[in-house]
């Protein structure tokens, strides 16, 4: 969208859309409205739409550059597909923990608030999910295929490992009994349980 001459883009759109992110995950979407983004980051409701034409479009860019920074981070970093399928799993794992960890608020908001968007919205996003679960379905795949693993439905499988690991952000907290380290280790356990990891 164009902008008006002299303002500042580069700086106010950021913070409109970290003001969003942290409202909308800590209120709801539904609760929350342009002018409380607008309080927050300390401009004219008004001026909110030279950044975004609604609040619709702001859920939307949110979702869409965590799915899609989400994706190329994994893949900057993925194991080739060479690599056994155990190892692909345990790097699957950890980087998802990792990562959603530093990024509590945009994987609640891609789960969460996917019923706020719009049906075209919803498909895009869907389509972006789903990309990311074919990469741990392939992984799946692979693992049947070299019979290390026993998973009867890989993609079905590939949603619940992501859904649990997902938990760990709804939970886990920097000063509780257990380090990040700690839960990481026990969480890939899990998921080997899941892959029915053979000897």
């Known amino acids: 969208m164009a902008r008006t001459q002299g303002s500042h883009s580069d700086i106010t759109g950021p913070r409109v859309r970290d003001a969003a ?9 539904a609760s929350v409205s342009m002018r409380q983004i607008a309080n927050d980051v300390g401009v004219q409701a008004g001026a909110l739409y030279n950044y975004t034409p609604d609040k619709q479009t702001l859920l939307f860019d949110l979702m869409h550059m965590h799915m899609t920074s989400l ?14 399928a155990i190892k692909r799993l345990e790097s699957f794992a950890r980087f ?12 609640f908001l891609a789960y969460m608030e996917l019923r ?35 998973v009867d439905e ?35 356990k899990l998921v080997q349980r899941v892959v029915a990891l053979k000897p």
């Open 21 to 29: 992110l942290r409202l909308f995950a800590r209120h709801g979407y």
């Open 96 to 107: 998802h923990i990792r990562i959603n960890t530093q990024r509590a608020d945009a994987v």
């Open 116 to 150: 706020n968007l719009t049906s075209e919205n919803f498909e895009h996003i869907g389509r972006l999910r789903r990309e990311y679960e074919n990469e741990l379905e392939d992984i799946m795949h692979q693992g049947n295929e070299a019979g290390v693993f026993a």
């Open 154 to 188: 890989p993609r079905i499988s590939a949603m619940a490992v992501i859904a649990m690991l997902n938990g760990v952000n709804v939970w886990f907290r920097e000063s509780g009994r257990l380090s990040l380290d700690a839960v990481e280790e026990h969480h890939l």
């Open 71 to 84: 994706l190329s981070a994994w893949r900057a970093q993925a194991p080739d597909k060479k690599i056994p």
